[in-house]
């Protein structure tokens, strides 16, 4: 129970009696026509104390539900402004309740935040409230006020300095003028701020075996020492990077299940347990591992971490793939954000060498689309600084062509991926729509941070 939820609790009890008391003073109080008892003024002194406390509760009441408002209000929004760096964020608005997203670039940031002008709502209807016990739960206006509900807002930095924020819905657009609001691009090393990490990856799968193995199951890491959780939260950030690599994956509860019914912990299981699960959820590989190193050293604002996996063959036990790596960064931050950098580092390497992401990249966020029955890319965001950018393409162009071939003639977005990669170093051409206007483009990709 938070300290707010127990100061309404123990109002409102304070409340209950006080009210019963004052209740009970009315009934016994005799009502007489003929005049006043002699103790009738200690009396009427009594209930006069008795209802000026009742108040002074409802107002005490009524202030934990301001105080709250004021507190969580998005009027703290209004100390952002650009630039400013992560640290200087936290420092003016506090810890996010989520982090979206950290891939050691782009960093999003969810905030629950009430309505600038809740607290006049709380200091209205929460006195009424009361006698239905509604300041226990805060806020109360949440049920009279449907607009006053608290919403999340969202903040985003790239390469550790401020971007944009704001509601979910405006953030997509204002990323795109981050460009001109004096955000430092990422260079074609790494991250601005943090060091590369040390990775290696390595095994014998292929681009021309990788289509045996397109679908995964990736089991919980084993914990760092002393660190319980770890494991888990680095075999979610694996699982999500797999997904943007479409590669199919095995539901964790479907993995749950069958251990369950297998008898077999987890987390803990031996190689032979591990590989018979993987058959029976119908993976063709296996994804296992370990956290080494997970820790925060608070006086030195240190976050370190090691970690290792292999993709193994259900079928074989052959190892497809062995990846590691280890970093430390001078940050307040949660060791996950630096995990986060590793394991996308590691799996750069693994995209790479299967064909399933190519070496370069151009810096663009497009979505495939369908017109007519022809498909196209549309460009969504264009990353500043980056190739892309540099050769003229622009927000709103329609792509419809990869190196002379149309996206017309795709039928699936992964197939649409691959026609459209390109390794460091090669140029990439588009052939684009603007405005009604055909327009074709050379892009000369840069490679990947990590390769």
Known sequence: MSAYQFFNNLLVSRLVLTTLNCSLLVQVLPCSSCGWAPWSCVDMVNRIGCWIGLALLVSACSGCGVLYTVVKSESKLDRLAVPMTKAEVIDQIGRPDRVLRDDGRLLIWEYSLTARKQWLYELALCPISIWVGGCIFYPFTNLAAEHQREYPYHIVLVNDELCAWGTPSAILQRRRACASSGIAALGSGGMLGRPEPVVTGVGPINRDTIDRYRTMAVMPFVDAAATKGSGSRVAGIVTTLLLDLDVNMVERAKLDEVFKEQVVQLQYADDADVLKVGKLVGAQAIVVGEVQQWERTVGEQVSRVSL????????????????????????????????????????TRFGSQTGLLGSG???????????????????????????????????????????????????????????????????????????????????????????
Request: aromatic share 4%; with cysteine.
């Open 308 to 347: 290792a996996f292999r993709i193994v063959d259900v079928e074989s036990g052959v190892v497809l793939f062995n990846g590691e790596g280890h970093s430390s960064d001078a940050t307040d931050d949660d060791p996950e954000g630096l995990a986060r950098v590793i394991a996308h580092r590691i799996l």
């Open 361 to 451: 990249r151009i810096g663009v966020n497009w979505e495939l689309q369908e017109l007519a029955g022809a498909r196209y890319y549309l460009v969504r965001e264009l990353r500043s600084g980056l190739p892309a950018e540099k050769a003229g393409l622009k927000v709103g162009d329609r792509v419809v062509a990869c190196n002379g071939i149309a996206l017309a003639t795709v039928t699936s977005d992964p197939e649409a991926k691959r026609l459209c990669q390109v390794e460091a170093g090669q140029a990439l051409k588009l052939e684009i729509r603007r405005g009604g206007s055909p327009l074709e483009l050379s892009i000369v990709a840069e490679p990947r941070p990590g390769l």
